[in-house]
């Protein structure tokens, strides 16, 4: 018989889910930064519009890292929260010095991709072992997600 947690989950495919979500978490905090580089650094004629955009997205980020270092928390786990653990556990590129319109927002679209190839595997995971807390919390994450690169796609005049 499984060994459950206090949740009624399994111990064993949460701890998996916990290293995931941890890897998540660090790849949402690159993501982030990212985002505040490229509002920061923008230049151009389309500066106004990209500059509250980038604002806009980062805002988003930064509660999505908060749920996830939660979720973590609610499955017994413990959220990464070092810079040294970011840098280790993080599966995005990181944008330096951008300020042309079109990398940036190539960059989030990179990113975006990115944190959908981390996010698929943990929804499969958390409906595996019924999970209904993260995957739900992964599922909006990831129709957001594949609306804003649709959108990102769309200004950068990419079919998808």
């Known amino acids: 018989m499984k060994k459950m947690n206090f949740l009624g989950l399994p111990t064993e495919q949460c701890e998996a889910e916990i290293a995931q979500l941890n890897v998540l978490l660090a790849s949402f905090q690159t993501y982030y930064q990212n985002l505040r580089g ?34 973590i928390l609610t499955i017994g786990g413990q959220p990464l929260h070092t810079f040294e653990d970011y840098l280790k556990h993080n599966a995005l590129a990181v944008g330096k010095a951008i300020s042309e319109d079109e990398k940036a927002i190539q960059l989030i679209v990179s990113s975006l991709a990115g944190l959908l190839e981390l996010e698929r595997p943990l929804l499969q995971l958390s409906g595996e072992i019924n999970d209904e807390g993260t995957n739900s919390m992964i599922s909006d994450f990831i129709s957001e997600q594949e609306k804003t690169i649709w959108m990102m796609k769309a200004w950068l005049e990419e079919s998808l």
């Open 38 to 71: 490229i509002h920061w650094n923008i230049r151009g004629k389309r500066f106004f519009d990209l500059h509250v955009k980038f604002e806009e997205l980062y805002n988003d980020a930064q509660l999505k890292i908060d749920l996830i270092a939660e979720r």
